[in-house]
T-cell receptor, first 116, second 112 residues
Framework: GAGVSQSPSNKVTEKGKDVELRCDPI?????LYWYRQSLGQGLEFLIY????????KSGLPSDRFSAERTGGSVSTLTIQRTQQEDSAVYLC??????????????FGPGTRLLVL | AQKITQTQPGMFVQEKEAVTLDCTYD???????LFWYKQPSSGEMIFLIY??????QNATEGRYSLNFQKARKSANLVISASQLGDSAMYFC?????????FGAGTILRVKS
């Protein structure tokens, strides 16, 4: 079956612009995660969605970052007023959601964001 | 808080030989899970192997095995019969709440 997909694969934007990154999880997976991978910080958790529960936003680095998940499937990560330090690879992952804390997370190919 | 330490920034291995990638972790939880992921130059994170803290046997998946030493809090990845396609970054991770906590990674280069 299809894996996790993300779009766009690459995004170049100017400082101050808003960007939207999209994630399509594996069909049937109720748990969805966003991570950020940057040279200086490694892999960092950003946000977690599980079904209809309130998302865990504890990893979002500032109020410029937000995410939503519509219909329990597709998720969009939005970065407002982008800064150069937002340049990174944004990875989305999903898991079945049966026992989220013990499940394997399957990752998408990522979106490479470059803020000029 | 959970912490993952990978002390080897880079490793070389000769093709067809075995290699061990180190991972130590810190947690006060009794129940936890440990994961290894491979990230080739294409960027995608590929799940390799999982070890649960209560699993009595070391996990194995094909050429990958996990040398799990609970008392020492280590979960080293062993890759047998290395192949050129194994050249990649390897991450050890631990589940913590609703997220994975990753180590800094080890770059593995397989020489022909």
């Amino acid at each position: 079956g299809a894996g996790v997909s993300q779009s766009p694969s690459n995004k170049v934007t100017e400082k101050g612009k808003d960007v939207e990154l999209r994630c399509d999880p594996i069909s049937g997976h109720t748990a969805l995660y966003w991570y950020r991978q940057s040279l200086g910080q490694g892999l960092e958790f950003l946000i977690y969605f599980q079904g209809n529960s309130a998302p865990d936003k504890s990893g979002l680095p500032s109020d410029r970052f937000s995410a939503e998940r519509t219909g329990g499937s597709v998720s969009t990560l939005t970065i407002q007023r982008t800064q150069q330090e937002d340049s990174a690879v944004y990875l989305c992952a999903s898991s079945p959601g049966t026992i989220p804390a013990q499940e394997t997370q399957y990752f998408g190919p990522g979106t490479r964001l470059l803020v000029l | 808080a959970q912490k993952i330490t990978q002390t080897q920034p880079g490793m070389f291995v000769q093709e067809k030989e075995a290699v061990t990638l180190d991972c130590t972790y810190d947690t006060s939880d009794q129940s936890y899970g440990l994961f290894w992921y491979k990230q080739p130059s294409s960027g995608e994170m590929i799940f390799l192997i999982y070890q649960g803290s209560y699993d009595e046997q070391n996990a194995t998946e094909g050429r990958y095995s996990l040398n799990f030493q609970k008392a020492r809090k280590s979960a080293n990845l062993v890759i047998s019969a290395s192949q050129l396609g194994d050249s990649a970054m390897y991450f050890c991770a631990m589940e913590y709440g609703n997220k994975l906590v990753f180590g800094a990674g080890t770059i593995l280069r397989v020489k022909s």
